[in-house]
Nanobody, 127 residues
Framework: QVRLVESGGGLVQAGGSLRLSCAASGRTFSSYSGGWFRRAPGKEREFVAAISWSGDSTYYADSVKGRFTISRDTAKNTVYLQMNSLKPEDTAVYYC????????????????????WGQGTQVTVSS
């Protein structure tokens, strides 16, 4: 079983930056697809970003494209989310997700595609 632990959340002013980390432990894999989702108060969990099993491709929600960057370090079993130019509407609990499988393009945004989830880390952006 894989355990995912997010870190790096916090309070930041609009325009600021944060870097989230998601460390995997337990059963790990030589490679994996990694993703980030978020849930704002009163809203459903939504897709933010993903990196493919090969690491060659990244995908982003339109709302974060150009501001957020997903990356991973397979040697450290860690997935990162660099968040720049943060806006108050980015305020949410951010969750990382992992799948040991390759995913089809249209599967990245589905919560059901991901087998493992972290507990979430709060990101609050003040105006």
């Amino acid at each position: 079983q894989v355990r995912l632990v997010e870190s790096g959340g916090g309070l930041v002013q609009a325009g600021g930056s944060l870097r989230l980390s998601c460390a995997a432990s337990g059963r790990t894999f030589s490679s994996y697809s990694g993703g980030w989702f978020r849930r704002a108060p009163g809203k459903e969990r939504e897709f933010v970003a993903a990196i493919s099993w090969s690491g060659d491709s990244t995908y982003y929600a339109d709302s974060v494209k150009g501001r957020f960057t997903i990356s991973r370090d397979t040697a450290k079993n860690t997935v990162y989310l660099q968040m720049n130019s943060l806006k108050p509407e980015d305020t949410a609990v951010y969750y990382c997700a992992l799948s040991p499988s390759t995913l089809r393009f249209y599967d990245y945004g589905k919560t059901s595609s991901w087998g493992s989830w972290g507990q979430g880390t709060q990101v609050t952006v003040s105006s």
